[in-house]
C-alpha cells in the first residue's frame, strides 16, 4: 500500500473513534496533507469538481442560480468520495490507487436544500400517468418548462474515478477539517487557488458548456411529453492514459431517455486548469511529424535534415549497435530542430497548409474518439476558456469576416526558439499564434538531458483562438 493509503486508513480510522476538532485527527489531516500537497495537481482536482458541477445542474431545478447552495453541495460531495485500490501498480511497484465517488440521485442523497423534489415510480403510477417506469426507484420530478405541463423523473449517476496520488488532497472524510475551512470561506493557503476556480466554475451561465448542459434537460422539460431520463455523468482520469491521443475527454455524459441511449446527445470535457497545453507528444513522435511537415522547406539543407531524421529513427528502432530500443537520440532531436525552425521563411510559411493546421489543431484538441460533442475547458483562478468544434468549425470555412476561411501558416520568431508558432495569415504578434508547437525543456538551461517532449499549447489570451476576442479580431482586420 502506498504512503498516501496508509495516511488516508489511519486518518479514517481516528475520524471514526474522535470528533473532527479532537487534536490527533487534526495533526493526521495536517500530515496527509502535507504529503498529498507536494504532488497535488489541480488539473485532476478539477476534472472531479466540474463532474460532480455537471451533475448538479441535471439534479437542481434552479439550473445552479443559488452559487452557495451548489458550492455547499460540491463540498458534500467531496467528503463523500473513498480511496479504492486499483488493478495496476505504479512505476514504483506500489498498488496504485484512485479517489471515487459513484453514486445514483436521488436513491442516495435527495439534495432537498436545492429544492428538489423527489417521487417513487409507485407515486407516479398511481397519479395516473402512464410513463413506464420503476415502480420501487426514486426519481426527481422535474416540471415542464416553456408552456409544458408534462413533468419529466430523471436520475442522475455519477461516477468519478481520480488518481488518488494526484487529486487525494483535496477529497474524502481524511481532509474535513480543510474542506471546512474551505467552506467558511477561510481555505488555507494550499487551497486558495482551488476555491477561486471553483467560484469561477459555478459562475459561468453564459458560457457554451452551461447552454449545453441546460439544453440536455430542457430538451425533455419542453418537448410535451413526460420522459423518464438518466443522466450518467462519467470522469476518467485514468482511463484516457494508454490511447496515445486519441481520448482527450476527461467528462462524458451520456442520456439514457425512456431506455434508450441518445448517442447524439453526449456531452464531452477536456479539462484544463490554467493550462494550455492540449497534447504532450513524445520526443519521438513529435519531431518526426515536425520534419514530415517542413521538409519540403529545408531547401539546400534537405540531405542533412534527411540524415538526421533517418538517425533519429535508426536508434528509436534499436539498429544502432549498443543502443536500446526507443532510445531517443536527444543530440539528432536538437539539430534537427534548429534546422527546421530556421527554414522556415521569415514571412511564414505559404498558406496552402492550413486545412493541415486545422486537423493538427482538431486532433490535438478533441481526439478521435468521442461521440456527440466535446469541448475543452480551461478553469482558472481568475478566468475561464472554452475552446469547441463549433469555433473552430467556423474559424476555418468562414473566419476571415468575409465568408472565407480564417487561413494559417507557420513562423518561427527569434526571441522564441523553441517554438513554431501557428498565426493567422498576416499576424505578426507572437502572442496571437492560434497555437504553437513546442520543444520543451524541464530547465532553462536548455540542456540535453532536461529535452522532455513536443508540445501542442493554444494561443495567449488575446489569441482569437478564444471565442470571446473574435470580434476583437474581425475589428482589427478591417
Keep these: 500500500m502506498s504512503l498516501f493509503g496508509e495516511l488516508a486508513q489511519l486518518v479514517e480510522r481516528l475520524l471514526c473513534k474522535q470528533d473532527v476538532s479532537g487534536s490527533s485527527p487534526l495533526f493526521s489531516i495536517s500530515k496527509y496533507l502535507k504529503e498529498c500537497l507536494s504532488v497535488m495537481n489541480e488539473g485532476s482536482v478539477i476534472e472531479g469538481i466540474f463532474a460532480m458541477y455537471c451533475a448538479l445542474i441535471f439534479i437542481d431545478p434552479n439550473d445552479g442560480g443559488d452559487f452557495n447552495k451548489i458550492r455547499n453541495a460540491i463540498d458534500d460531495m467531496r467528503l463523500q468520495t473513498t480511496v479504492k485500490n486499483l488493478a495496476t501498480r505504479t512505476s514504483s511497484g506500489r498498488q496504485a490507487q484512485a479517489v471515487k465517488l459513484n453514486k445514483v440521485y ?121 420522459d423518464v431520463v438518466l443522466y450518467k455523468v462519467i470522469a476518467d482520469g485514468i482511463g484516457g492514459e494508454t490511447s496515445g491521443g486519441a481520448i482527450k475527454q476527461d467528462i462524458t455524459i451520456r442520456v439514457i431517455a425512456n431506455g434508450r441511449r441518445i448517442f447524439d446527445d453526449e456531452i464531452n470535457f477536456s479539462l484544463k486548469s490554467d493550462a494550455t497545453t492540449i497534447e504532450n507528444q513524445g520526443l519521438y513522435r513529435g519531431i518526426i511529424e515536425v520534419y514530415d511537415v517542413f521538409k519540403d522547406f529545408y531547401g539546400s539543407q534537405r540531405q542533412t535534415a534527411d540524415g538526421l531524421k533517418s538517425l533519429i529513427e535508426d536508434t528509436y528502432e534499436g539498429r544502432v549497435d549498443g543502443v536500446k530500443k526507443k532510445t531517443v537520440h536527444k543530440e539528432a532531436v536538437a539539430a534537427l530542430w534548429q534546422l527546421t525552425t530556421e527554414s522556415i521563411p521569415s514571412n511564414g510559411t505559404p498558406l496552402d497548409k492550413t486545412d493541415y493546421w486545422y486537423d493538427t489543431l482538431s486532433s490535438a484538441a478533441f481526439g478521435t474518439q468521442f461521440r456527440g460533442s466535446i469541448s475543452v475547458v480551461n478553469v482558472g483562478a481568475t478566468g475561464f476558456h472554452e475552446l469547441t468544434q ?14 472565407g476561411p480564417l487561413r494559417l501558416q507557420a513562423k518561427h520568431f527569434s526571441r522564441y526558439q523553441d517554438d513554431i508558432r501557428i498565426m493567422p495569415e498576416g499576424e505578426n504578434d507572437a502572442e496571437k499564434c492560434i497555437f504553437k508547437i513546442r520543444l520543451k525543456y524541464e530547465r532553462s538551461a536548455r540542456r540535453l538531458e532536461d529535452m522532455k517532449k513536443i508540445m501542442i499549447e493554444l494561443g495567449g489570451k488575446n489569441s482569437v483562438i478564444h471565442e470571446e476576442n473574435f470580434n476583437t479580431y474581425l475589428q482589427s482586420i478591417r
Design 390 to 403: 463549433e469555433y473552430v468549425r467556423m474559424l476555418r470555412t468562414s473566419g476571415n469576416g468575409n465568408g
Design 106 to 226: 436521488p436513491k442516495d442523497d435527495e439534495f432537498s436544500s436545492l429544492g428538489t423534489t423527489v417521487v417513487t415510480g409507485r407515486q407516479v403510477m398511481t397519479s395516473g400517468n402512464n410513463t413506464k417506469i420503476n415502480p420501487s426507484t426514486k426519481y426527481f420530478e422535474n416540471p415542464g418548462r416553456n408552456g409544458s405541463s408534462y413533468p419529466d423523473y430523471t436520475m442522475v449517476h455519477l461516477d468519478v474515478t481520480l488518481k488518488e496520488q494526484e487529486a487525494g488532497a483535496a477529497y474524502g472524510r481524511r481532509v474535513a477539517q480543510a474542506i471546512s475551512e474551505f467552506r467558511e470561506g477561510n481555505p488555507r493557503q494550499e487551497f486558495r487557488s482551488l476555491r477561486r476556480k471553483i467560484d469561477v466554475l459555478i459562475r459561468q451561465q453564459g458560457s457554451n458548456f452551461f447552454r449545453k448542459l441546460v439544453g440536455a434537460k430542457e430538451k425533455f422539460l419542453k418537448n410535451n411529453q413526460t
